[in-house]
């Protein structure tokens, strides 16, 4: 309980209302529990006395040194059964505090910021006044159970801190594929490898319940909510954590959009990431998608996923043939003749979505030529995004500068038609072409002889901001309304802002879904589970005591690898607390009552063991083939393969 006394009228408030009287302190005191008195100037420190209360000396930032303090002859873990009483000098970091106590109490640790931003939230949801609490150590050696649905590493990373804290819990995660690792496996490029070795951390969890039975088991190929209720998972586990991740993508809301030739990005990151639902049965794997009769590619939004395809696309076949890129796939990609690659967001250069890493990853390229409008770039620099780059944390203002160090470094165009010139000429080189203010408008399309319809030009219209810094919008410029609805055939066919292609990809960003719409509350503003650190509300608007979330399926779909680690932290500081608050049941999961309901329904269970035989033959198809793995793309294969 954090408290604070007025200095003039010996007044304890709490938070800030009124509580009571220093004299009627104890009264309002539990024992057992740690409370913390904020003020620099405690006058009535007889009556704290009388009243057997212990009044620490007051400590100064990073010298906390309170041993000294106890008085003789007794240790500060006696002094836990009265309340104690720590006078805090407001210079005095939570931190330090919080350090200095961790290891004399076995204190539930509750991070500096966690417990700045959480104060409120845990009044609310617990109806109490603290937040630094003694450990129930009892929780670590009570058989407590997790169901972790998604295996990406919103799930492994939960399934990691819970384990850390309590190597005695049972977490089993739930997986839709027959695979685990999620967006590691089959988002992540393939040429990043460094980024996918995350997977050995995660494979190690999964060994680790081969070897002790502690760690993770793992289910796979099982469609929570089809296979298996919310009831299920309730009745049978402790606790409950959605990591699903985004199972969809944005849509531009366009005519023909669906079109062949109009790709999701998604999809074409799946496709060359060995996705076992769309690499063989994808679009991509058609004799219609043809990269050797593709000279001009659009590619909607310039996000990360961006950079990844056009990386994919400028590699040649030997750049990639090492990695895990399925054989299928890599015979496809070499047919590659992709000559201009044309990146195009509708706002500007300081709201792009690359980070510099990225895209100065693809300005090093061997054969590509980056270049970029100078019109585009001085009319995206307005008042307003001037304002914006002057950030407020230096972090951020850095990366602004070198985003515009890096831009200055390209190739800087002074007039459109010069784009098209080097689009036409054949200089060796694949071209990319990084374009700002102009939204998409209108996809046109062909009548094939087989009666298909494909995508062959896409228009856009020039936009310019509007909003204020951090919230400035892409808004199209007048007189370019009048051409939003017209054909692309009426429109001058000189006009800098058609795009003639086959190949399109919307890289907008991906989308969350909820699998529960009866359970779970979704905000469909941000498409996340509604939460609060984790805790998810239900339906009716409270939080669950047994319901949490991680990943982006939590926070939305942003965000590396390492955001999630951080983000996993924060729900298992809220996990922790209710366990530590005795709100989540011990439970023993009734895993045959689980596995015969799925048997019922014919469904092969992939478990850490069929995942061990399935990742040994792909490494060895890879080694073979002098390549880092050759992944299985067939789920029938897979079925037969650990039968
Ligand atoms: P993203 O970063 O959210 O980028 C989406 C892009 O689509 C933005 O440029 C956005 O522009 C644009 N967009 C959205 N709706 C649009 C519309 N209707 N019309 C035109 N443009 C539209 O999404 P992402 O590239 O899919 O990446 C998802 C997350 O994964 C990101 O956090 C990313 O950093 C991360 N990721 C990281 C790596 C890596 O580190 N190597 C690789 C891949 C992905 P507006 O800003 O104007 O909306």
């Known amino acids: 309980m954090f408290l ?59 010298k906390i040194n309170l041993t000294q303090k106890v008085p003789s002859g007794s240790n500060i873990g006696n002094h836990m059964k009265k309340p104690l009483l720590m006078r805090i000098g407001l210079e005095t970091t939570y931190k330090n505090l919080i350090a200095f106590y961790k290891d004399k109490l076995n204190l539930n640790m509750i991070s500096t910021s966690f417990f700045k931003k959480k ?90 319940q081969e070897h002790d039975s502690t760690g993770v088991r793992f289910y796979g190929n099982i469609q929570i909510s ?13 606790g409950i954590i959605f990591s699903y991740g985004a199972e969809e993508e944005n849509k531009l809301n366009l005519l023909n959009e669906d079109c062949f030739g109009c790709f999701s990005a998604r999809n074409f990151v799946n496709w060359y990431n060995g996705h076992i639902y769309y690499t063989e049965k994808s679009d991509f794997m058609s004799p219609q998608f043809d990269l050797s ?23 040649n076949y030997n750049e990639i043939k090492n990695f895990d890129i399925p054989e299928k796939v890599l015979e496809k990609l070499s047919k590659n003749k992709i000559k201009n690659i044309h990146i195009i967001a509708r706002r500007g250069l300081v709201q792009s979505a690359f980070t510099v890493k990225e895209l100065r990853e693809v300005s090093r390229l061997n054969n590509v030529n980056i270049y970029v409008l100078k019109s585009e770039i001085e ?44 689009a036409k000429t054949d200089n060796g080189k694949k071209n990319i072409f990084l374009r700002f203010l102009l939204t998409p408008a209108k996809i046109e399309v062909v009548k094939e002889a087989n009666g298909i319809n494909n995508v062959s030009a896409i228009k856009f219209l020039r936009s310019h901001l509007e909003g204020k810094p951090n919230n400035q919008n892409a808004i199209i410029n007048k007189e370019e309304e009048e051409n939003l609805n017209n054909d692309i055939s009426n429109i001058n066919k000189n006009s800098q802002y058609i795009f003639n292609t086959n190949v399109i990809f919307k890289s907008i960003g991906y989308k969350c879904t909820n699998i529960f719409p009866k359970h779970l509350k979704f905000d469909t503003n ?13 339906r009716e608007n409270n939080l669950y005591d047994d319901v949490f979330t991680c990943g982006w399926v939590k926070r939305g779909a942003k965000g590396i690898v390492d955001s999630t680690l951080r983000d996993s932290y924060d729900t298992f500081n809220s996990i ?36 061990n035989l399935i990742d040994k033959i792909e490494l060895e198809r890879g080694s073979k083939l002098k390549k880092i793995r050759e992944k299985i793309i067939n789920i029938e294969e897979m079925k037969r393969l650990v039968s």
């Not at 304890?12 to 009571?20: D, V």
């Not at 593709?294 to 950079?307: F, L, P, Q, S, Y």
Request: proline share 3%.
């Open 4 to 62: 604070r006394i007025s200095r003039k009228k010996s007044m304890i408030y709490n938070n800030k209302k009124k509580l009571c009287l220093i004299e009627n302190l104890d009264k309002k005191l539990e024992k057992k529990n740690l409370y913390f008195i904020l003020n620099d100037q405690i006058k009535s420190k007889n009556i704290l006395k009388e009243k057997n209360l212990f009044l620490t000396e007051k400590f100064r930032d990073q």
């Open 119 to 208: 104060f409120c939230f845990l009044n609310k949801i617990q109806k109490m006044n603290f937040c630094i609490y003694q450990a129930n150590k009892e929780i670590a050696q009570k058989k407590y159970s997790f169901a972790i649905i998604g295996s990406g590493p919103g799930g492994f990373y939960s399934a990691k801190q819970i384990l850390k804290k309590y190597p005695k819990f049972q977490i089993d995660i739930y997986e839709k594929l027959p695979h685990p690792y999620g967006l590691v496996r089959t988002g992540i490029a393939p040429d990043h490898q460094e980024a996918k070795n995350v997977e050995k951390d995660f494979s190690e969890l999964m060994r680790k």
């Open 226 to 238: 089809k296979d298996l209720s919310f009831e299920d998972l309730k009745q049978n586990y402790s």
């Open 293 to 315: 009769k593709t000279k001009d590619v659009v590619i909607i939004g310039n996000g990360n996923v961006a950079m990844d395809i056009c990386r994919i696309l400028c590699k």
């Open 379 to 422: 009319n995206s620099l307005n008042e307003n995004s001037q304002k914006e780059m002057d950030a407020i944390h230096a972090s951020e203002r850095r990366h602004y500068e070198r985003k515009l160090e890096l831009i200055k470094s390209l190739n800087i165009l002074e007039k459109e038609a010069q784009i098209q010139e080097i």
């Open 526 to 538: 941000n498409n996340v589970i509604l939460n609060k650190w984790g805790v998810v509300f239900d």
């Open 576 to 611: 922790n607390y209710l366990l530590e608050m005795d709100k989540l049941t011990p439970k023993i999961p009734d895993n045959k009552g689980i596995i015969e309901k799925l048997e019922r329904k014919n469904i092969t269970i992939f478990t850490n063991e069929k995942w």
